[in-house]
Nanobody
């Protein structure tokens, strides 16, 4: 059973930074695609970033247009942890952020964390 535990959310002023962490209990973590999604009140959950294995020791990151240049996703396979570094935060980044996992054998994200709240004040 896959378990994902997020941490690192909080309250920050606009222009500030936060780093989210997601500890994953996945046997095949190194080959799994890990992603971050977010959901603001009254809105649908949306994709933020993902990092996927591209072969060997290489990984490729993808980002939503709204966070490109401000957010960076990374992973530490030795710790089974994925991170989301968020810089130049804006009030519109406020949301519950969810970590998600997609094992290499799956075609969609099937495991989700409980979420961590990020609030950006103006």
């Amino acid at each position: 059973q896959v378990q994902l535990v997020e941490s690192g959310g909080g309250l920050v002023q606009a222009g500030g930074s936060l780093r989210l962490s997601c500890a994953a209990s996945i046997r095949t973590f190194s080959s799994s695609t890990m992603g971050w999604f977010r959901q603001a009140p009254g809105k649908e959950r949306e994709f933020v970033a993902a990092i996927r294995w591209s072969g060997g020791r290489s990984y490729v990151a993808d980002y939503a247009d709204s966070v490109k240049g401000r957010f960076t996703i990374s992973r530490d396979n030795a710790k089974n942890t994925v991170y989301l570094q968020m810089n130049s935060l804006k009030p519109e980044d406020s949301a519950v952020y969810y970590c998600a996992a997609r094992p290499a054998t799956m075609t969609a994200f099937g495991s989700w964390g409980q979420g961590t709240q990020v609030t950006v004040s103006s």
